[in-house]
């Protein structure tokens, strides 16, 4: 666990972070959101789809830290940044709506499991045709997708992304997805129609499901649970393999508590069993889970 | 261990060693910080984020004789100052506890106590008898608040001939001191207390979750899929304390304070109250070093007050 200036794959560290920056936006959907940058006393290794448990530094109540996918992290003269994107919704988030850069918060991270990305090794039999990956995420799920992308795009996968959210505010850091993956290869869509197509974003991935059946394609999906039934639906019918990255309500973030139960299939006369969240993914294949 | 105490005197036998290792039922601890059962996994899984070393004991998940798949979600939600819990005591069973956990935490020097359930009694001794085998176990802690289902569901832990008799059958089949964990779900823990002392416990330990309930207002449901669920965290730590100090007047066995432990300050209360030795839970959860900074901050008080040994303050509460 020493500091060193290229992370390895690592333990979680437990460290108190400070905040350089964090801006709230309100959207037209009057649903509120915090775009916090941290620095961390030292670098750690931070795979896409991995979390962090956080909690504003020495405040008493709430007692649990809440989990945040990795938005973004950056590596600064061998300081480490990372970025969150958080919804505020109940006392945990709200806490942390009033912290200043400067103030403290309690980490714990880098925590789960990542995306597989095995598919992009065909690129060892060059006959292979690369893969697309289609990236869906709704609300504050696309946090959870950008180191991934980043990843993609260094692996010279062509990434697409489908981005819902209730208005244009809610379609969390669209400005950032655009500059790396350029406006061509975004789809949004709201339910008011301020952004993009009218309705859901499953339509707009349906419709490309269609134009692009036999294709090569992986979906990697990120976003509230109704939307992951439907994007988990649509990866069946279409016979597209599909990687979701689930929440559920946690208490540690790293294994002990076996709050953030998920069903998944088993050979067993039920079969199913539970797995965590926290530890088993947060990446589950839509295939392994027994919705 | 080089500060010198406030008063400037030798504190060669006040190593923090020396003030806090005690014996409970005839086993020694290096300390008298443990961690709950059902808050530290099976002990490995907090490996990578404190020194397991440095705990006085770890009490594993609950274990049965078959694993246990738990309950639908929701299985947890934060109220004010703790959480509920329902996770319906998920766990691998004794025989994997036995030969994929044990010989790695074996490795650590603390002292390995599984926590055992069952739904009978049969059940409990099955339990047992398989993790008999296991070597390097130090004692048993009896999770007894589960419903007996041959006894009309009624929980053993709210009975005292039940507690009893589930207490004096394990004790028949364990070599291995066995610590009877109370429910603070009855309505006099000190008859359940004497109960199970008579029955043969060798220590109990004290208490288990509080019966609670959470509903959603706006749909109306229950936040947990059980319905109910346990209560812990520190709101709960002044029923603990009651509990310990009504428990320390009615048994002479060494007694295991948990509810609500966070601090070393907490962990002192109990202390006082009678609980020979602590057990960390919720506290895990959100502060996964608090057991090791309360392990200091005893040894920091018995320093300060110059106790050679922290068992001079056990049950020292003052009453007028
Ligand atoms: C692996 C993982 C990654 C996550 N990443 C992010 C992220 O990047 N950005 C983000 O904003 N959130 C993320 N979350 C979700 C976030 O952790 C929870 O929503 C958290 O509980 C919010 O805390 P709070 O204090 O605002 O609300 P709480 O006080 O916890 O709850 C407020 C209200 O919201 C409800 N609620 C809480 N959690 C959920 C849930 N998961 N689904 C539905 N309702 C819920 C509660 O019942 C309550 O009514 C992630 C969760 C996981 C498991
Ligand atoms: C998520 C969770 C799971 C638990 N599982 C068990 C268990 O399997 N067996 C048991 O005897 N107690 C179990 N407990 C109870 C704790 O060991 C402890 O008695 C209780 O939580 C009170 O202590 P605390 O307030 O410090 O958490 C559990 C508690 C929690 C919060």
């Known amino acids: 666990m020493s500091a060193t200036a290229t992370p390895k794959q690592s333990q979680p560290i437990d460290a108190v972070a400070v905040i350089v920056r964090n801006e709230l936006v309100t959207s037209a959907s009057t649903r509120r959101y915090g775009y916090l940058r941290l620095r961390l006393p030292q670098p750690i290794a931070i795979q896409p789809g991995q979390f962090a448990m956080l909690k504003a530094h020495g405040i008493y109540e709430p007692l649990l830290r809440r989990a945040m996918a990795f938005y973004r992290c950056e590596l600064i003269n061998g300081q480490q940044e990372v970025e969150f994107i958080y919804q505020i919704l109940g006392r945990g988030t709200q806490s942390l709506a009033k912290l200043e850069p400067g103030d403290k918060v309690e980490f714990l991270g880098a925590l789960g499991n990542t995306y597989d990305l095995a598919f992009t090794r065909t690129t060892t039999m060059p006959e292979v045709l690369l893969p ?8 504050v799920g696309s946090p959870a997708l950008y180191l991934l992308a980043e990843e993609l795009l260094r692996r010279g996968i062509a990434t697409r992304l489908f981005l819902g959210g209730a208005s244009q505010g809610d379609l969390c850091g669209l400005e950032d997805f655009t500059a790396l993956l350029t406006p061509e290869r975004i789809t949004c869509a709201t339910i008011d129609g301020s952004h993009g197509e009218t309705g859901f974003v499953t339509a707009p991935l349906e419709a490309y499901l269609q134009t692009h059946a036999g294709q090569p394609l992986m979906i990697y999906s990120c976003g509230p649970d109704a939307m992951l039934h439907a994007v988990a639906k649509l990866a069946a019918r279409y016979q597209v393999a599909a990687q979701l990255s689930l929440e559920a309500p946690m208490a540690c ?5 076996v709050g953030c139960a998920v069903p998944v299939k088993a050979d067993c006369a039920e079969g199913f069993v539970y797995k965590k969240v926290c530890t088993d993914g947060p990446v589950f294949w839509q295939e392994e889970l027994h919705w | 261990m080089t500060d010198a105490a406030p008063n400037n005197q030798p504190i060669a036998a006040h190593s923090p060693a020396a003030q806090l290792a005690i014996e409970i039922a005839g086993v020694q601890f290096n300390n008298p910080v443990w961690t709950a059962s059902g808050t530290c996994g099976y002990g490995l899984d907090m490996a990578g984020l404190i020194d397991l070393n440095r705990l006085g004991g770890i009490c594993t998940k609950g274990l049965s004789a078959k694993p246990m798949r738990g309950n639908a979600p929701w299985r947890i939600v934060e109220t004010h100052g703790g959480m509920l819990n329902a996770i319906g005591l998920q766990n691998i069973g004794a025989r994997a506890f036995v030969s994929e956990k044990l010989p790695e935490l074996r490795n650590y020097d603390t002292r390995i106590i599984p926590n055992v359930f069952g739904y009978t009694i049969e059940e409990y001794i099955e339990a047992i008898k398989l993790l008999e085998d296991g070597p390097g176990i130090h004692a048993y802690e009896l999770n007894i608040s589960c419903p007996n289902v041959k006894a009309g569901g009624e929980s053993f832990a709210n009975d005292p001939r039940q507690a009893a008799a589930v207490t004096e059958a ?70 603990a304390v009651r509990c310990v100090f009504q428990a320390a007047r009615a048994v002479r066995i060494p007694l295991i304070g948990i509810g609500g432990i966070a601090t070393t300050e907490d962990a002192l209360e109990f202390i006082i109250a009678g609980a020979s030795a602590v057990q960390v839970g919720t506290a895990n959860f959100y502060d996964p070093t608090a ?28 009453l007028n």
């Open chain 2, 170 to 239: 394990v004790k028949k089949a364990a070599t291995r001191p066995v610590i009877v964990k109370m429910s603070p779900n009855v309505t006099d823990i000190a008859a359940i207390a004497r109960a199970v002392e008579a029955a043969g416990a060798d220590a109990l330990s004290l208490i288990n979750t509080a019966v609670g309930m959470s509903i959603d207002i706006h749909t109306r449901r229950p936040r947990l899929a059980n319905v109910t669920g346990g209560l812990s965290g520190p709101a709960i730590k002044p029923i």
């Open chain 1, 253 to 257: 973030g790293f294994g002990i508590c």
């Open chain 1, 132 to 139: 697309e990956a289609l990236l869906v995420a709704g609300g």
């Open chain 2, 291 to 318: 057991a090791m900074k309360i392990v200091d901050g005893l040894a920091d008080y018995c320093t300060r007050h110059n106790l050679e040994n922290i068992r001079a303050l056990v049950g020292t509460v003052v």
